[in-house]
């Protein structure tokens, strides 16, 4: 494997560099960076792990200053800070931490994987056009590199950090490569451990593989080792419980099954750039919406054990889907998701049924369409593409083709509809609240925004077009309210 660094990166890296001369310091490049060359794997925003003999808290305080870049402490005890540079379109992460143990080989034993145990100290970097011969490589990084494998560097590794059992699916999703046989059994041994760290640093790794096209299987993997509880212990109850002659599957394996049609769906609209822009949007931190679809995915039907009842000989989950969206929360906040994400889980998991209903309809009306995307608001793409990897799941003897391609049908169409509303000039109201007051005399009150509110729907779905129709009608609704 040949590499070289990027001319993007080398101007930093060369400041760097003739810091550390200035500082006496030797300094090396570990880790990820490393990798990422050696797989012909570029970020977007480049993060660059070193490490030093010692003092990298002093040194990374001195850096800072001299290149104008943000700095905070990461681990006082142990020696390691991080720098934030932001250059032209890109944000560079620069972690520095001391050796964590004698010298630089000893060091590189207490990393996560081997494909993450490579080294080159900065000044062989910078100067070479091609780094292969000078990268450090003492348990077989680029070995592992082309055999695709995931491999731990020694057996206490995940006594070391608990996480790395999260990350050694997260590394395999992200490049598609298999973990080996001994790390398997490793974390099956190991896997308990994982409760003892933050929920920000789980939610971290698992959305790395939510984010990924090929996340079910990995998933799936989780779960077959008994992580996946771990994780989402409210899945638990999902398991084994039957929904009737609509289903094929348990709760549980259904859930997973939508996370897997979920991935398929959103290939299928591969080529259409306003779903993909949509599904790449940035909901917090570095978090996209696509990962967070397939986790209400996974937990659209969460509340259905807690739902289950039988009626005239009938298995029915009334209301399952509220229940499902206030356990939906507990998990979030538990994960520690921004109120943006969590309220957009929430949406996803209560209105899942919602885009059924409409298939079901002899006649999909502007006043349901209108409703709709009022209720679902930001998430209405969220909800349908939901509602279709759901819909796909289900396969008992009940179902029907004809059902299903209806269903098809107006998903598409309102997914169509959707954008074509979100690029249409927003229509000015009729009526403002100012008229209300002058034409009824009515005082700011909750009945304001009844009114309102009600008369944007008439005039979305066209049974109102002048402000003469829309006071008549406001007219009408103000009795209406008052005789309640």
Not at 115 to 127: D, K, R
Not at 340 to 350: D, G, I, P, Q, T
């Amino acid at each position: 494997m040949t590499c070289s660094i990027r001319p993007q990166d080398a101007s930093l890296l060369k400041q760097i560099y003739h810091f550390s001369l200035s500082q006496k310091t030797k300094l090396y490049i570990v880790g990820g960076y490393l990798r990422d060359l050696l797989l012909k794997r570029q970020k977007d925003n480049p993060d660059i792990d070193f490490c030093l003999s010692a003092q990298s808290i002093k040194f990374g305080k001195k850096l800072a200053s001299k290149i104008g870049a943000g700095f905070v402490v990461l681990d006082k005890e142990h020696g390691c800070c991080r720098l934030v540079k932001r250059i032209n379109d890109k944000t560079y992460t620069l972690d520095f931490a001391d050796f964590r143990a004698a010298g630089l080989k000893a060091d590189l034993l207490h990393r996560d994987f081997t494909i993450n145990s490579l080294a080159i100290g900065l000044e062989e970097a910078i100067n070479n056009k091609n780094l292969s011969d000078s990268i450090i490589d003492p348990y077989a990084g680029r070995e592992d590199l082309q055999k695709k494998i995931i491999r731990v560097i020694n057996s206490k590794s995940f006594d070391e950090d608990p996480l790395r059992i999260l990350r050694a699916f997260s590394l395999a999703c992200i490049f598609g490569f298999n973990i080996d046989k001994a790390t398997v059994s490793l974390i099956r041994l190991k896997k308990n451990k994982l409760p003892v760290v933050s929920w920000e640093r789980i939610r971290d790794e698992l959305f790395k593989i939510l984010d990924r096209p090929n996340a079910f299987g990995y998933l799936k993997d989780l779960d077959k080792l008994g992580i996946l509880e771990l994780v989402i212990p409210e899945s638990e109850i999902m398991r084994g419980v039957n929904q009737g002659p609509y289903h094929h599957l348990d709760v549980f394996k259904h859930s997973l099954e939508t996370v897997r049609q979920q991935e398929i769906i959103i290939h299928e609209y591969s080529r259409n750039s306003d779903v993909q822009n949509y599904l790449n949007a940035i909901i917090s931190g570095e978090r996209r919406r696509r990962g967070l679809i397939k986790l209400g995915a996974f937990l659209h039907d969460i509340g259905k054990p807690g739902s289950r009842r039988r009626k005239e000989g009938k298995i029915i989950f009334h209301g399952h889907e509220r229940i499902g969206a206030e356990i939906s929360k507990i998990i979030a906040k538990r994960l520690k998701l921004s109120n943006e994400e969590l309220n957009a889980l929430r949406k996803m998991v209560f209105w899942h049924l919602r885009p059924g209903y409409m298939g079901d309809a002899k006649i999909l009306t502007a006043r349901a369409k209108f409703r709709y995307f009022r209720d679902a608001a930001e998430e209405s793409v969220s909800v349908l593409l939901l509602s279709l990897a759901d819909q796909r799941s289900t396969r008992g003897p009940l179902t029907s083709d004809e059902s299903r391609l209806r269903h098809e049908k107006v998903v598409s169409g309102l997914i169509k509809e959707y954008f074509r509303k979100q690029k249409e000039k927003k229509i000015p109201r009729l009526v403002s609240g100012n008229d209300l007051i002058r034409k009824f005399k009515l005082k700011p009150s909750p009945l304001f925004g009844k009114v309102l509110a009600r008369l944007e729907e008439l005039q979305a779905i066209g049974r109102v077009k002048t402000k003469t129709q829309a006071l008549e009608a406001a007219g009408k609704i103000v009795k209406e309210e008052g005789r309640k």
